[in-house]
């Protein structure tokens, strides 16, 4: 756990929960939408599948 926050904060945010309202705002998606795909992908994914699903707009998964 301890390099996931690493992870986050070296991208600005504080912990999880901020990097995924990060990745909410940055790609017009509501925050619900984008806990929801983190918790189905799992913490691992927070910096792979989770930001390319993100950046497709969520179309992936609709």
Same mark, same amino acid.
């Given at each position: 756990m301890g390099d /996931?926050? /690493?992870n986050y904060r070296a991208c600005g945010a504080e912990c999880r929960e901020d990097w995924l309202r990060m990745l909410a705002n940055e790609n017009g998606l509501p925050f619900?939408?984008? !806990?929801? /795909?983190a918790e189905e992908l799992g913490e691992r994914e927070d910096f792979g599948e989770l930001?390319?699903?993100c950046e /497709? #707009? #969520?179309?992936?998964? !609709?």
């Open positions: /996931l926050i /690493l619900g939408t984008v !806990q929801r /795909l930001v390319e699903l /497709l #707009g #969520g179309r992936a998964v !609709q």
